[in-house]
Nanobody, 125 residues
């Protein structure tokens, strides 16, 4: 499967942004999909994930209550709605997917085989 992330940009503190991850080349409903982010000098960190079965969602503590992940299998797309953005949310955001991710690896980069290119999110104060 190929993943294409989009929707990044420059926003002010407290504003919102919605990222999209469009998939092609596979049966999208079979994939668990996650968002990760990476800031300069830091390791790539987990943000949120949505599971293929029952659409269960998982969030990093740092974004819980502010970000919402959702999926539209008919459009082969996963979204990340980001509200109340903070300067520390500034990063390159990546979407990732896999059919075989186990629950214990939902927050681990090694749990996902397919990755899209990143989209830059910059939150200015």
């Amino acid at each position: 499967v190929q993943l294409q992330a989009s929707g990044g940009g420059l926003v002010q503190v407290g504003n919102s942004l919605k990222l999209s991850c469009a998939a092609s080349g596979g049966t999208f409903s079979r994939y668990n999909v996650a968002w990760f982010r990476q800031s300069p000098g830091k390791e790539r960190e987990f943000v949120a994930a949505v599971w293929r079965r029952q659409g269960s969602t998982y969030y990093a503590d740092s974004v819980k209550g502010r970000f919402t992940i959702s999926r539209d299998n008919a459009k082969n797309t996963v979204y990340l709605q980001m509200n109340s953005l903070k300067p520390e949310d500034t990063a390159v955001y990546y979407c990732a997917a896999d059919t075989g991710t186990i629950l214990s690896s939902v927050r681990d980069v090694r749990g996902y085989h397919y990755w899209g290119q990143g989209t830059q999110v910059t939150v200015s104060s």
